[in-house]
């Protein structure tokens, strides 16, 4: 019996990464906590955070997984939200506090197509204040919270879909507003609550996020996902996480580098080998001949580097 008498311990989980379906109100650490718990280790980590008011696909590594998660990070995503344009919070979402409220009386769809298309490809992006980016070592949102205004750098990002789907006059504590339902693609490291923000202020209204659903992260989609509750289930009968392995992740995610033996053992010692694209700068997952994930490469250069290796050689 477990400690509290009820439950017995879920027998530890093996090596893989694991889709949850983010359920709004959860932290990204709320859902490593839970899964932790029920994969019976503390190697659990994420692959890219959600806010709290966010849901769908959370990459997770589990125990020799979680060396992935570096790799999977950069991967670009795909989101599903609604910008209200006509406020502005604090947040730039829907948790925060409306901090202006001219409203969008009669905005133009047109207007709100044209100002869509100026943040569309590659643009500088402000990110929230509210997030996650540290500043002299402490998080944006630490310091935001503790009264401190915080102007964070423009970086460069990729918006390579920003698409309207749909847009909902409607009125809101007495303002007038404009719910704007888009699909966007984005590079990593984009901010979605920013372009509402972005949004909302090109067109001198006001904007802000109300909901996001992200539904992909690289070749990864929101139809692989597992609720958290449907994962509980599962231990408590008895049965395995459906956790995916390095092997099918890395076939996913990466170009794929087939070894022969020879090269497989020699990488598996921490030896280089000849690149055999010399010059690619994306990760590379060298694969063994029996399927192994033996380490993900680094061919930028003639010889091979491996930047991480799965399946060290014992002898």
Same mark, same amino acid.
């Not at 709290?52 to 950069?74: D, E, R, S, Y």
């Not at 989609?221 to 958290?228: R, S, Y």
């Given at each position: ?84 344009l ?55 949102? #630490? ?6 205004? $915080?102007?964070?750098?423009?970086? +460069?990002? %990729?918006? /390579? =879909?920003? @698409? ?5 006059a ?50 990864f ?11 509980g ?13 390095l ?36 990760p590379?997952?060298?694969? #063994? ?6 380490? $993900?490469?680094?061919?930028?250069? +003639?010889? %091979?580097? /491996? =930047?991480? @290796? ?6």
């Open positions: 019996m477990s400690a509290a008498g009820s439950h017995p311990r879920p027998a530890p989980a093996g090596d893989g990464v694991l889709l949850v379906d983010k359920p709004s109100g959860w932290t990204s650490h709320d859902v490593v906590g839970r899964v932790r718990r029920l994969a019976g280790t503390r190697k659990v980590g994420h692959a890219g955070t959600l806010d709290p008011m966010a849901t769908g696909v959370l990459v997770l590594g589990i125990n020799k997984a979680t060396k992935l998660l570096t790799f999977l990070v950069g991967c670009d995503k795909d989101y599903a939200a609604t910008i209200r006509g406020q502005a919070t604090d947040t730039d979402d829907a948790e925060g506090t409306v901090i202006e409220a001219p409203g969008a009386a009669d905005l133009d769809p047109e207007r709100v197509s044209a100002a869509v298309a100026d943040l569309t490809g590659a643009i500088e992006q402000v990110p929230s204040s509210v997030s996650a980016i540290k500043v002299d070592g402490r998080r944006s949102y #630490a310091r935001v919270r503790d009264g401190e205004e $915080v102007a964070l750098a423009a970086r +460069p990002v %990729t918006v /390579s =879909r920003f @698409v309207v789907l749909d847009q909902r409607q009125t809101v504590d007495g303002v007038p507003v404009l719910d704007v339902d888009v699909v966007v693609t984005v590079s990593s490291g984009t901010y979605v609550r920013a372009l509402a923000r972005d949004l909302g202020a090109a067109l001198g209204v006001g904007g802000h996020l109300t909901a996001l659903r992200r539904t992909r992260v690289g070749g989609g929101e139809d692989v996902t597992h609720t958290l509750d449907a994962l289930e599962l231990v408590e009968r008895g049965e395995p996480l459906p956790l995916l392995s092997e099918e992740v890395a076939r996913r995610s990466f170009a794929v580098r087939e070894l022969d033996e020879a090269e497989a053992r020699a990488l598996s010692y921490g030896a280089r080998i000849e690149s055999a694209e010399p010059g690619r700068s994306e590379v997952a060298g694969l #063994a001949p029996d399927g192994r994930l033996i380490a $993900v490469l680094d061919e930028s250069e +003639p010889r %091979t580097r /491996s =930047r991480v @290796v799965f399946a060290p050689a014992t002898s």
